[in-house]
């Protein structure tokens, strides 16, 4: 009750406008997202109902934005998301049918200062989400993993200089922990929602270029502290280096993008190292009916090899996100973790049409393939490098500005990387969506 009684006066004493605060420019939103979803055989590529389930989730938000001045802002959301299962086997067998209404907790909460000391400098403190601003996700993305896509916020202080029309130098701090022990917390559970295999901290230097001539470039440097005492290959204590780029040129039609990163440091008493990096090749065809858009690339990820005392396997830091598939980020689960991408090969090809104005219809075909043959894990791996095929479906509709709608469709046809008796998977997902 203490906890809920310091909610209430934190966000009155945020979002209240008072008269001595005429000035203030208070606006406010909420966000509804209804998710249907049914998984079968995604962790082990057993067919069995151990690892189904068919369930509805509900995600809401509530924002709040004070524009004391067009320099400084104060921005906070709270979001919830609960679950309905309609069939969910727990481990021994057991059936579950329940609903979970789970917690309310401080999605953002950060203060944004433009020009600070009238300098080109900007500044974000707080709880902040970086969603598809540093090089398409391939690093920073996600720093709540564990929770789905309830949250992807980080515990953050960045500054960002910018030096002139077309340069920027971001600085960021990153204190992400494995509960959430910073803010108060309405429904708090036992045991707590996890956000993350272990407590994390992070230091970042990401310099940004600005598309000119149609040549875009990016570069950065990451320090990662990782605690021991996790999961997968977050069972010991990391301190990991990673320098790359990220760079992209548009030459209408076509468009030639790409990235590059290696990764140094310790992993235990073990050095670590990786290499991870992707190259894509998009044509668009404007002067066509339903204007297609087709893409083809090839990423990489490094992955451990068993038989020498380094680990050589590639760790994404904060991108455990669906980047490339819902359904293989969760088959992850019993080789390096949950959303752990590593010791992969893939070639990507996609297509999308827009048949009219709101309706956009997207195909993807991957091939995966292993680098290494990892040991000890929780599903048998047969002598192969060939972890299966994937092809992808997805559909969306704009109904308005403010609602859209898609079905994704995700079907996994396991290779020789999977025992002899593994059997397909399959990932089903209808979402709708409101804006206000």
């Not at 500005?401 to 079905?407: D, E, G, L, R, S």
Request: charge should be negative; glycine fraction near 6%; aromatic fraction near 16%.
């Amino acid at each position: 009750m203490n906890r809920i009684k310091y909610l209430v006066v934190t966000f009155v004493l945020i979002f209240l406008p008072i008269s001595s605060f005429a000035e203030v420019d208070l606006k406010t939103g909420a966000y509804l997202r209804l998710r249907h979803e049914y998984w079968k055989n995604i962790f082990d590529q057993e067919n069995s109902a151990k690892d189904n389930r068919n369930y509805f989730r509900v995600k809401s938000s509530l924002w709040g934005k004070l524009a004391f001045s067009d320099k400084v802002t104060l921005y906070s959301k709270l979001t919830d998301e609960f679950k309905a299962y309609a069939y969910y086997m727990q481990p021994g067998g057991k059936k579950r049918m329940n609903f979970d209404i789970d917690e309310v907790v401080f999605d953002n909460l950060y203060l944004d200062i433009k020009n600070f000391l009238d300098l080109p400098l900007d500044l974000k403190l707080g709880r902040q989400d970086f969603l598809s601003t540093y090089g398409e996700g391939f690093l920073i993305m996600d720093g709540t993993p564990l929770d789905g896509s309830r949250t992807f916020y980080f515990n953050s202080a960045k500054a960002t200089w910018r030096i002139d029309s077309i340069n920027s130098l971001d600085l960021l701090y990153i204190k992400s922990e494995r509960e959430d022990d910073t803010l108060p917390i309405i429904n708090k559970k036992t045991p707590h929602q996890q956000l993350n295999t272990s407590d994390e901290e992070a230091g970042v230097l990401y310099w940004k270029r600005d598309s000119v001539d149609n040549f875009s470039l990016e570069g950065y440097y990451i320090f990662k502290i990782e605690d021991d005492g996790g999961a997968g290959l977050q069972a010991q204590k990391t301190e990991l280096n990673t320098i790359g780029s990220f760079a992209k040129y548009s030459f209408e039609p076509w468009t030639l993008k790409g990235q590059l990163a290696y990764q140094f440091g310790d992993y235990g008493l073990d050095d670590r190292e990786g290499l991870g990096g992707y190259v894509f090749v998009d044509r668009s065809f404007k002067d066509i009916a339903w204007f297609p858009e087709v893409s083809g690339g090839f990423i990489y990820l490094s992955g451990d090899d068993a038989s020498t005392s380094k680990n050589e396997a590639w760790d994404p830091l904060f991108s455990r996100w669906p980047w490339m598939s819902e359904l293989y980020s969760l088959s992850f689960n019993g080789e390096s973790g949950l959303d752990y991408w590593t010791n992969l090969q893939m070639w990507r090809s996609s297509l999308v049409l827009r048949p009219t104005d709101k309706t956009k219809f997207s195909l993807w075909y991957n091939f995966l393939m292993a680098n290494e043959i990892p040991a000890g894990t929780s599903f048998s791996v047969d002598s192969g490098k060939e972890r299966g095929h994937l092809p992808q479906m997805r559909l969306d509709y704009s109904f308005n500005k403010n609602i859209n709608a898609y079905i994704l469709a995700e079907y996994f046809i396991p290779g020789n990387f999977y025992s002899d008796e593994a059997d397909s998977s399959l990932f089903l997902r209808t979402e709708l969506s409101f804006k206000f």
